[in-house]
């Protein structure tokens, strides 16, 4: 019994493990590197600004730029506004009497005078109030600009001492115009109806008046119509309708006739 048993030499065998199921997800999540986490940046000890900070920094240095610009630009001057009324421009109107005629050489003097005792601070505008008319010479119609008040100048100024010395003895002034010894300034009214007031672009001119040439009672010749040639007097003038009434000898006879201003003459 002894002989036939054999005893092995051989150590006993482990059991093996059953192989893994590997899953494909998981494969690729082992073959994939890991995500590296980004370094913190090193601490110097400030704390970094928020972004909201960031923005208005920038934009404090747009307004301090925008500001730089501004100062480097040139300023631009912006012209005084006229008012629209010759009353409200500093000083007050005066009224100065001149030899008729001689209108043009006293306002010339003054102009003169004043620039040279450096009074431009205190005189400021010599006026000669015009106006177009409108007349008839040898029958024909033209307009003509004419003097408003012959003989009379205006002067823009504060009245003190030396600007009533300086204007009453320039050459050709024989004094103001005024109650007493006292020159007394315009009113707003008178100044506005003489000077006018400033008018806008789209207001029309305003038409210029007609003076006549002649005056009732005056002998007249007619130049033109079926009554020319014959002379006559003016009996009326319409200046509304630019005719006169003229009696107009006819047979011995005095006849009233309507005429046109420019069918007429002086005689």
């Known amino acids: 019994m002894a002989d036939t048993i054999e005893e092995t030499s051989e150590a006993p065998v482990a059991p ?7 899953d494909p997800d998981a494969a690729s999540d082992v073959s994939s590197p890991p995500p590296t986490a980004t370094p913190a940046a090193p601490d110097d000890g400030e704390t970094a600004a928020p972004a909201d900070d960031d923005r208005a920094d920038d934009a404090a240095a747009d ?8 100062d480097e630009a040139p300023a631009v001057e912006l012209e005084p506004e006229v008012p629209l009324s010759p009353y409200d421009l500093p000083g007050s109107w005066f009224v100065v009497h001149s030899y ?3 209108e043009n050489k006293v306002k010339a003097n003054l102009q003169t005078r004043l620039k040279s005792m450096h009074l431009e601070d205190r005189i400021f505008d010599v006026a000669i109030p015009m106006e177009q008319v409108v007349e008839y010479k040898g029958g024909k119609k033209q307009t003509v600009e004419r003097k408003k008040f012959p003989g009379y100048i205006l002067v823009r100024m504060y009245m003190d001492d030396d600007t009533w010395y300086a204007v009453r003895n320039t050459p050709g002034v024989t004094g103001f115009v005024g109650s007493g010894t006292k020159p007394t300034p315009l009113s707003r009214r008178e100044v506005e109806g ?23 009672g005056e002998t007249i010749r007619v130049v033109e ?5 014959f002379n006559g007097v003016i009996e009326d ?8 009434r003229v009696l107009v000898d006819i047979f011995g ?12 003459v002086k005689y």
């Open 16 to 22: 093996q493990e059953p192989d893994a199921v590997v």
């Open 63 to 70: 307004a301090a730029a925008d500001a730089a610009a501004e």
């Open 100 to 102: 008729s005629g001689y």
């Open 194 to 216: 003489i000077l006018g007031v400033a008018k806008g672009d789209e207001q029309k001119k305003d038409k210029p008046t007609f003076k006549p040439a002649w005056e009732v």
């Open 225 to 229: 119509g079926p009554f020319a040639d």
């Open 237 to 244: 003038i319409n200046v509304d309708r630019s005719k006169v």
């Open 253 to 264: 006879r005095e006849t009233p006739v309507e005429l046109n201003f420019d069918q007429i």
